[in-house]
C-alpha cells in the first residue's frame, strides 16, 4: 500500500547572515540558494522543494534576513518575509549559537510568530564555531523563554551536523495533502534567475564592502546549442557607479573574467552541460531606488 502523501510550507526566517541559505541548501542537498559571508545576500524568496522516501513533500522559502531598510529594494526585502511568514503553515527560525541574545529584528520576528500564532521549529546555527557547549545550552533556554517552539534544534549547516535531525522535526509539521510540485522538483526558481544569481554570489565572494550589494546581473540569451552538448549565456552585470565598474572588471579584465569562470563551472555542474558564458558591466545610477529596474531584475 502506498504512503499517504504529506506536504508543509515552512518559511525560513532569521535575521541577515545567521546561515538561512546554507542550511537550505543542506536540507535540499543541492545548492539553489546562494551563500557569503556578507548579510542581505539573498534578496528574493527563494523557494526550494525537497520530497522524501517516505512521501513528505517540505516547501521551503528561504526569506533575506530580516533588517532595517535603507532603500527601497531593502523595503522589498522585509516585505518579501512577512508575506512568507503570512503565507506558511510553519516557520524554521534560525539564530546564530554565537551570538550572545536575539537582536531587535529577531524580537520583531518573535512578535510576528505570535500574532500569526505560528508553528516554529527553532534551528541553532553555526555551533562548529563555539568552544564551549555550556553556552549552547544557556542561550537555547534564554530563547525558549521568549515562545512555545515546536522543536529546538542545534546544528552546523558548514559541518552538515545535525541536520538530519533538523529534518526529521520538519517533516513532523506535514499534513495530508497532494503534493504540489513534481516529486523530483528541487525549486520554483526559473533557471535564468537561478544563473543570475550563481553569478551575483562570485561577486559577493571576490569584490570589498558595498560593491557587491550594488549589482543586478540581467541574463541576456541562455540557449542550448542545437547539438545539446554546450549552453551559451550571456549576461549584463548592472552597477550604480562609473567607479564600481572598473573595479568590477578588474585590470585587464581580470577580475570580470574571475567571476565568469567561478560562475560557469558551479552552472555547468548545476545543469550538468558545459557552458559558454559571457559577461559585460553596465551603469545604472541609484538603480536600488528605482521601480521599473527593480522589477526588470525581478526583485519585486
Known amino acids: 500500500m502506498e504512503n499517504t502523501s504529506k506536504t508543509a510550507f515552512i518559511a525560513i526566517v532569521g535575521k541577515a547572515n545567521v546561515g538561512k541559505s546554507?542550511?537550505?541548501?543542506?536540507?535540499?542537498?543541492?545548492?539553489?540558494?546562494?551563500?557569503s559571508s556578507k548579510p542581505q545576500t539573498t534578496r528574493t524568496r527563494i523557494m526550494g522543494v525537497l520530497?522524501?522516501?517516505?512521501?513528505?513533500?517540505?516547501?521551503?522559502?528561504?526569506?533575506?534576513?530580516?533588517?532595517?531598510?535603507?532603500?527601497?529594494?531593502?523595503?522589498?526585502?522585509?516585505?518579501?518575509?512577512?508575506?512568507?511568514?503570512?503565507?506558511?503553515?510553519?516557520?524554521?527560525?534560525?539564530?546564530?549559537?554565537?551570538?550572545?541574545?536575539?537582536?531587535?529584528?529577531?524580537?520583531?520576528?518573535?512578535?510576528?510568530?505570535?500574532?500569526?500564532?505560528?508553528?516554529?521549529?527553532?534551528?541553532?546555527?553555526?555551533?562548529?564555531?563555539?568552544?564551549?557547549?555550556?553556552?549552547?545550552?544557556?542561550?537555547?533556554?534564554?530563547?525558549?523563554?521568549?515562545?512555545?517552539?515546536?522543536?529546538?534544534?542545534?546544528?552546523?549547516?558548514?559541518?552538515?551536523?545535525?541536520?538530519?535531525?533538523?529534518l526529521d522535526e520538519l517533516k513532523l509539521l506535514a499534513v495530508e495533502s497532494i503534493h504540489f510540485f513534481p516529486d523530483d522538483a528541487l525549486t520554483d526558481q526559473p533557471e535564468r534567475v537561478l544563473v543570475s544569481e550563481i553569478i551575483r554570489e562570485k561577486m559577493l565572494r571576490l569584490l570589498e564592502k558595498e560593491i557587491p550589494h550594488g549589482t543586478a546581473v540581467g541574463i541576456e540569451k541562455m540557449k542550448e546549442r542545437d547539438s545539446g552538448d554546450i549552453m551559451d549565456i550571456e549576461a549584463t552585470v548592472y552597477c550604480e557607479k562609473e567607479s564600481h565598474k572598473g573595479i568590477i572588471i578588474g585590470k585587464g579584465g581580470a577580475m570580470l573574467k574571475k567571476i565568469s569562470t567561478l560562475a560557469r563551472r558551479d552552472i555547468e555542474s548545476f545543469f550538468d552541460i558545459k557552458v559558454n558564458l559571457k559577461c559585460w558591466v553596465k551603469v545604472k545610477e541609484d538603480w536600488r531606488n528605482r521601480e521599473g529596474l527593480i522589477h526588470n531584475f525581478g526583485l519585486d
Open 22 to 35: 546554507s542550511i537550505l541548501n543542506r536540507l535540499i542537498g543541492s545548492k539553489i540558494a546562494i551563500v
Open 51 to 166: 520530497t522524501t522516501q517516505d512521501n513528505i513533500q517540505l516547501v521551503f522559502t528561504d526569506t533575506p534576513g530580516f533588517h532595517k531598510p535603507k532603500n527601497k529594494l531593502g523595503e522589498k526585502m522585509v516585505q518579501a518575509v512577512s508575506d512568507s511568514i503570512s503565507g506558511v503553515d510553519s516557520c524554521l527560525f534560525v539564530i546564530s549559537a554565537e551570538d550572545s541574545g536575539l537582536n531587535a529584528a529577531e524580537l520583531e520576528l518573535i512578535k510576528k510568530f505570535k500574532k500569526e500564532k505560528m508553528t516554529v521549529v527553532l534551528a541553532v546555527n553555526k555551533i562548529d564555531l563555539l568552544k564551549d557547549k555550556t553556552e549552547l545550552m544557556k542561550k537555547i533556554a534564554d530563547v525558549s523563554k521568549l515562545y512555545d517552539f515546536k522543536a529546538v534544534v542545534p546544528v552546523s549547516a558548514v559541518n552538515n551536523e545535525k541536520t538530519d535531525e533538523l
